[in-house]
């Protein structure tokens, strides 16, 4: 599952489940919040409901308004018999001090409610409770009370807002039980599987990094205003069919599971396209508000402190009826000027400290933690700076001393074999043996092969550094390269009293250039027969590891290991540093450069006396 982020079947998976689970969140959180504290209620009908309530006080108040202002028989909404409700209206009298039914429409139900209503003028509320009337004629005596019954027929033949309300309830009332624990359930797996499609996003098995796709490239702000737009046409259509008529229950229901999977999928992607663009930093650059804050960071910087002035006297123009907020204003304004002061002298500090040498200063954390805004950016740069420039110095010395090191080691690795082939040309030039040269021929062959092939490894290591070789990546067999390594090298093997112990992982194979993986494998084994101890083993193991291939060459080393792992790799390092042994020193770094032009590395370990070389290359 290491591939997960970039395999298309785990995709179509997350997107299934994210509609899927955003059509029940959706649905189950509509149902949650619909019946509220009901929710697990089983006892409370249809007109006992919060929302048959809320329809209760709307009729209350019409019927009240039509009262209060003499329009009640002109009110055709409710002679006309175009409800299920009928209604007794009473006013207080005050000076009986009780109700007094002044108006009845002639019809009771079972089921009947209580509301009672204040008006004054042409202001009317309407009370849940009844009001405490005791003396009120005294206190509120320009106010009108009055109190309305309102009678229900529980078959609700008419289609009246109780009806319509009646269907909508019934539909959801048969599931309310499970609303809750399916809500959470499967927000858990939604958020989740978001999660998971924010990592995914962007990753494709086809290219490296983030793939941007052409919605992406879309301006964001235009792509908001088409997904909103795109929800909008879904709540008409939902109101229209599933909060209608149309069809049977069952019908509906399915229509609005669709209807909430289709707008789950759209804001899907629009959220993957949120998270590719976070994710390749293109957000700022594809918004109207990333492109407005980019040309504002391109207005110099003293109009746009006379903009902020500028802005700021306007808005306390605006309050300056107000003297605290002018105040509290005043000082948040001050006191964060008092804080840009403060974390500028910090600031200032550190680039005295910087320009004056000294660069092991950094600005503490606990002050960076109480820096603001760009202040605290500022600080880190300032630190980066000073990191940055001990280790430029760093390397400035490690490449001084390597170069003094270069001509060192150049200087004794040629002047060696050329200085001994000036004096045997010396020798041959004078009176001398027939047998006396040939010995002489022979040490001048040998010398000159050496300086030779000093000069070949300088031009093939200053090539490999430099990636000026041919390369041809193609499937290539570990197990049969390694076999025609050993049989190269079987003699020399052989003559250093060294056995080797091959540990090949079956039918393993890189992607690499074979020969120039074969000059690394003879680099290798070249190294353990000048520097390994006679006598002893030379493991060479090749197996898998996810998908890289490790190639490791191990063995004993003759003489004692005194030199970092790393600077074995160095150009002109050898292991011993007296430079008794034969070579160039350039064995490793050859090896080395030749791996990674391959897409590959190579990494040296060294345990005591035990070393080991270890090539990694992608597999095929």
Known sequence: MKNWKSSPLIKILLVLILCASGALVMWCGFGTAYFGRELFDRDVSFLESDRAKWISRNYAWQIADGYVND?????????????????????????????????????????????????????????????????????????????????VDESLPKKDDYAAEYELYSAFAKYKHLYLPVTVGSLVVFVTALIMAFLSAGHSRKEEGIRLYWIDRLNFEFLLACLCFILFVHMLIAKEFVGGDYGTEALRIMLAILIAMSASLFIFIVLMSLARRIKTKTLASTSLCG??????????????????????????????????????????????????????????????????????????EEDMKHMHWFFRK?????????????????????????????????????????????????????????????????????????????????????????????????????????????????????????TPVVNIQEGLCVMADGKLLWRILSNLLSNCVKYAMAGTRVYIDAKRDGDRALIAVKNVSREPLNIPAEELTERFVRGDEARSTEGSGLGLNIARSLAVLQNGDLNITIDGDYFKAEVNLPVC
């Open 71 to 151: 329009r009640l028989d002109e009110e055709t909404y409710f002679l006309q018999k175009a409800t299920n409700v009928e209604y007794a209206i009473a006013f207080y009298n005050p000076y009986t001090k009780g109700w007094v039914t002044d108006r009845y429409s002639g019809q009771t139900y079972g089921w009947n409610t209580t509301l009672w209503f204040r008006s004054e003028g042409n202001h009317i509320d309407i009370l849940d409770e009844e009001p405490y009337l005791m003396g009120i004629e005294k206190e509120d005596p320009a106010a009108t009370y009055g109190r309305i019954t309102l009678f």
């Open 291 to 364: 492109m407005f804050v980019y040309l504002l960071k391109k207005v110099p910087m003293p109009i746009q402190v006379f903009g902020a002035a500028a802005l700021y006297l306007i808005f306390r123009v605006f309050i300056s009826s107000n003297q605290f907020v002018v105040i509290l204003c005043d000082l948040i304004v001050t006191v964060f000027f008092l804080l840009m002061f403060a974390n500028g002298k910090q600031l200032l500090k550190a680039s005295e400290k910087l320009a004056a040498g000294d660069l092991d200063y950094r600005i503490p």
């Open 378 to 498: 500022h600080g880190e740069q300032l630190n980066s700076i000073a990191e940055g420039m001990n280790i430029a110095v760093e390397e400035q010395m490690k490449s001084e001393r390597m170069k003094t090191e270069l001509i060192t080691n150049v200087s004794h690795d040629i002047k060696t074999p050329l200085t001994s082939i000036i004096n045997y040309v010396d020798l041959l030039q004078k009176e001398h043996t027939e047998e006396e040269e040939k010995e002489y021929l022979d040490v001048l062959a040998r010398n000159s092969s050496r300086l030779k092939k000093l000069t070949e490894d300088l031009v093939e290591a200053s090539k490999a550094s430099t990636g000026n070789v041919p390369l041809e990546l193609e499937k290539t067999d570990v197990g049969e390269l390694v076999d025609q390594s050993l049989a190269e090298f079987e003699e020399k093997l052989k003559q250093a009293e060294l």
